[in-house]
């Protein structure tokens, strides 16, 4: 069981919004910065945020990130079926046993 | 461009030793801020982080595999080696090791990845 946890799946229209959750607390999310990662199928993970809400060069606007309290949030509008994969959220956590810490991962579907 | 790429066993038995190497390019790990990760991807489950090693060689490790791991790298070849004793077969996944950057803890990010290696451990 993941220190932040994520809806296991969210699913939305091609060309609409969605929003994926990632909620903490205040050793993690509340307190350090916060990355999305995307991974399609068979690949490996590619950041998409990092600090809260910076994007990495190559990474579309449609991608935005955002955070309040100990809940971040990952936003992507204008869904393309290439969106389709899962989508991690990961920090640090500042406990007795400070680690990196990602979500469960969150499998997004484009109808 | 950088990139990473992970070698090693791809089966190894219960309780012996694993020894993964991240071999990479377009980076130096002897420049201020960067380093090394590991993270691993049991199949069909999230993503586990293992270990860290710096630019000047700190170190970080998972509280939970800490007394299992080690890892060390050699600035000079771009390589960085990742060992766990004694492994089990809990510990069958899809290996990965990661370029980062940030000074600190708290404050990094993961902008480049190898392509991954899965590692059964059976008997």
């Known amino acids: 069981q993941s220190i932040l946890t994520q809806p296991p799946s969210v699913s939305a229209a091609p060309g609409q919004k969605v929003t994926i959750s990632c909620s903490g607390s205040?050793?993690?999310?509340?307190?350090?910065?916060v990355c999305w990662y995307q991974q399609l199928p068979g690949t490996a993970p590619k950041l998409l945020i990092y600090?809260?809400?910076k994007r990495p060069s190559g990474i579309p606007d449609r991608f935005s990130g955002s955070k309040s309290d100990t809940s971040a949030t990952l936003g992507i509008t204008g869904l393309q079926t290439g969106d389709e994969a899962v989508y991690f959220c990961?920090?640090?956590?500042?406990?007795?046993?400070?680690?990196?810490?990602f979500g469960g991962g969150t499998k997004l579907t484009v109808l | 461009q950088i990139t990473l790429k992970e070698s090693g066993p791809t089966l190894v038995k219960p309780t012996q030793t694993l020894t993964l190497t991240c071999t990479f390019s377009?980076?130096?790990?002897?420049?201020?801020?960067?380093?090394v990760g590991w993270i691993r991807q049991p199949p069909g489950k999230a993503l586990e982080w293992l270990a860290l090693?710096?630019?000047?060689?700190?170190?970080r490790f998972s509280p939970f595999l800490k007394n299992r791991l080690t890892i060390s790298k050699d600035t000079s070849k771009n390589q960085v080696v990742l060992k766990m004793t004694d492994v089990d077969p809990e510990d069958t996944a899809t290996y990965f090791c990661?370029?980062?950057?940030?000074?600190?803890?708290?404050?990094?990010?993961?902008?480049?990845w190898g392509q991954g290696i899965l590692v059964t451990v059976s008997s």
């Open positions: 600090d809260d809400n």
């Open positions: 205040n050793s993690n999310v509340g307190k350090n910065f």
């Open positions: 090693i710096y630019w000047d060689d700190d170190k």
């Open positions: 990661a370029h980062r950057r940030g000074y600190t803890d708290s404050a990094g990010y993961y902008p480049a």
């Open positions: 377009g980076f130096s790990l002897s420049i201020s801020g960067l380093g």
């Open positions: 990961g920090t640090w956590d500042d406990s007795l046993s400070a680690h990196l810490v």
